[in-house]
């Protein structure tokens, strides 16, 4: 470390651990570190030890606890030299005698060269630049001081300059404050010189620099900030002609509707306002401190046409708070305080042509507690109306690939589900782990690793393992269009599970051995083209089936098979697998046999073997086509007459 203070993290649980720091002086005689033990405290001379506990992470902070300014005159308490403090420092993670961590840190820290004198008065006389350089030093930016890395501080002693010399500033930051030109004569630097230079070329004195003219002389604008409130009329008297692909819905106040989504960033923006058009489909995480509530149900939106429409909104309960709360804090009852929040909100805009005719919203709620975090789901649909007030599909009613897999859990009273495989983060682990949606046509393979002990219980490992896979599909049902209605069950495939096998083989007691581990998820989707709409193929999901493929785990011994916890792999992935839309017409045997001689179905390919020699080939002109084949046919004559046996005892005679 080179600062005053230095953070680290202690990864597991910190209960019952106790923390420690000591100095470690070295053996004079060996030179190498004393040994440490578990008997300190969280304070070591001039150094002080912080532990911010967490869930899994234990934040710990190494300080300083003294100045680090340069001795003045009769002064204590600070530093003699440059070189301020060199120190070795041990961190230790104690479990009553048992060492559980260890850190080793060497500090090598420096004084302060801040600026402690009595400033002038006198004003400083700044030049006009476009005569004379500003200053021979720019990274001279402390008075009274050196600057690191800046060579041209004349502020700088030798021994701090031996600390950077290596690492200057260049350029005229650095100093080089007049650089030859590229016109100049004696310049050697242009990388794409002219073919007149230097016959034509300027002979000068770098007073008379170009480099000084690099300035500008202007004023400076304030930046406008746009404003979410924008109006509906371009003109007086011009009326709002209708919304197009990709306008932000207005509200009655002439401001964006908004829906809270993800920006580019994968954080969640409150106000992001709702284009024409324009699906999705995000989640929000949120606390009980930090939640905010969105834009009123009671807001009128612009039909496009400067008329307004309420929206009808259908407020239903949660059941299930474990599918929307991903994190908990172990606090007593007595201090929990709860509040009623929306954990979901699913909006329906129905469009003809230009305009809105009616938005339906559905509005999730439940009781977040203090110290939960919620995920928070808000969906927007936009729905076409046919001339008999039903319902049409949406441009392409099928897949495209790239887009999410649309999943329905029948057995909830919120119906959206979810298929998703795993997205590690960090070491790996599965504790750590997020999701994300399995796209249509990509074919995926995600994972994450377990910690196992070594007397861990087979059954239990079996349960273990098949629930974090399971937790990867919350869903009973898949969509097999894009646009399924979650009110028709005829619009969505059941899905298919095969339970993992287990042949229940007895390890005999032995521990670390677990046979039919089911570490494998495998998902496979079969679709098919069944139409296009717009020239773009329209395709629909047929069958989803998912199995298990089982593993044989054992333990796996390091060095000293100290640590008593092992690692798994459990794996998810996902198959799409396209068939024809309808059975395919049985091949006739003409068919077979004429496939055998057709150039387009075969690598090798016999009615072309003589296609150079044919008129066909325009490669070349006829003639030296059958020049060069005469000469082919010679040498092969020639060829076929040595190889035979009465030639050689012909040659040989």
């Not at 501080?153 to 031996?162: H, I, N, S, V």
């Not at 909100?345 to 009781?367: A, C, M, P, R």
């Not at 495939?493 to 089911?518: A, H, Y």
Request: with cysteine; proline share 6%; hydrophobic share 35%.
């Amino acid at each position: 470390m080179s600062g005053p203070r230095v953070n680290s993290f202690f990864l597991g649980n910190s209960s019952g651990v106790n923390f420690s720091i000591i100095l470690s002086p070295r053996d004079e005689e060996t030179g190498k570190l004393q040994l440490a033990n578990c008997s300190g405290s969280k304070r070591a001379g001039d150094w002080n030890l912080e532990v911010t506990p967490g869930m899994n992470t234990s934040k710990v902070t190494v300080s300083l606890t003294r100045t680090l300014e340069l001795c003045l005159p009769n002064a204590t308490e600070c530093c003699p030299s440059p070189l301020c403090m060199l120190e070795t420092l041990q961190v230790l993670a104690c479990r009553g005698s048992v060492m559980l961590a260890q850190l080793l840190i060497q500090a090598e820290i420096f004084a302060n060269s801040s600026f402690t004198g009595n400033v002038s008065e006198n004003a400083t006389l700044i030049p006009n630049q476009a005569f004379k350089p500003l200053g021979s030093c720019p990274c001279n930016l402390t008075a009274g001081a050196c600057d690191v890395r800046c060579c041209c501080d004349l502020e700088c002693t030798p021994d701090l300059q031996q600390l950077f010399s290596g690492s200057c500033f260049t350029g005229v930051f650095g100093g080089d404050v007049n650089p030859p030109f590229d016109q100049l004569c004696s310049s050697q630097s242009m990388e794409y010189a002219p073919e007149w230079f230097p016959f034509l070329c300027v002979q000068s004195s770098l007073d008379n620099t170009p480099f000084l003219g690099y300035f500008y002389h202007g004023s400076t604008s304030t930046p406008k900030v746009p404003s979410f409130k924008i109006p509906l009329q371009t003109s007086p008297g011009k009326p709002f002609t209708g919304y197009r692909e990709g306008d932000p819905i207005v509200t009655e106040e002439d401001e964006y509707f908004t829906v809270p989504q993800q920006s580019m960033a994968g954080q969640c923006v409150g106000n992001a306002p709702v284009a024409y058009l324009h699906n999705f489909d995000v989640k929000c995480l949120t606390s009980l401190e930090s939640y905010k509530e969105g834009l009123p149900h009671d807001v009128r939106i612009n039909t496009g046409t400067a008329d307004f429409i309420q929206q009808n909104v259908v407020y239903r309960t949660i059941t299930d708070r474990g599918k929307f709360i991903t994190e908990s804090e172990s606090l007593h009852a007595a201090e929990v305080l709860c509040q009623n929040v929306t954990f979901a909100e699913h909006y329906k805009f129905i469009w003809k042509d230009k305009n809105i005719e009616q938005v339906n919203v559905t509005v999730f709620l439940g009781s977040l507690c203090d110290g939960e975090i919620l995920t928070q789901r808000f969906t927007v649909e936009f729905l076409s109306l046919k001339s008999t007030n039903g319902e049409e599909l949406f441009e392409n009613p099928g897949y495209q690939a790239g887009k999410p897999v649309r999943a329905a859990n029948m057995n909830a009273s919120d119906p959206l589900g979810s298929l998703n495989i795993w997205q590690p983060a960090g070491r790996g682990l599965c504790e750590s782990a997020t999701y994300r949606p399995v796209l249509f046509g990509v074919d995926s393979y995600s994972g994450c690793i377990l910690e196992v002990d070594i007397n861990e219980d087979c059954s239990l490992l079996r349960g273990n393992v098949t629930e974090k896979l399971n937790a990867l599909i919350q869903a009973t049902h898949i969509g097999k269009r894009n646009n399924s209605s979650y009110s028709d069950l005829n619009d969505w495939v059941e899905i298919i599970r095969l339970d993992p096998f287990s042949s229940n083989v007895s390890t005999g007691g032995l521990k670390g051995i677990c046979p039919d581990i089911p570490a494998n998820l495998n998902i496979r989707i079969i679709f098919a083209k069944v139409g296009a709409v717009q020239g773009i193929p329209q395709q629909h999901i047929l069958a989803v089936q998912i199995s298990y493929s089982t593993v044989f785990w054992q333990f796996q011994c390091g060095l000293g098979c100290k640590n008593t916890l092992s690692f798994l792999p459990i794996t998810a992935s996902v198959q799409f697998i396209e068939v024809p839309a309808q059975p395919p017409i049985p091949v006739t045997r003409y068919q077979k046999i004429y496939a055998e001689f057709d150039c387009n179905q075969n690598e090798v390919c016999w009615p072309q073997l003589l296609y150079p020699l044919t008129r066909f080939y325009t490669g070349e002109p006829y003639s030296q086509c059958l020049a060069k084949g005469l000469l082919l046919a010679f040498l092969v004559l020639v060829a076929a007459i040595m190889s035979n046996p009465w030639f050689s005892k012909l040659w040989n005679r």
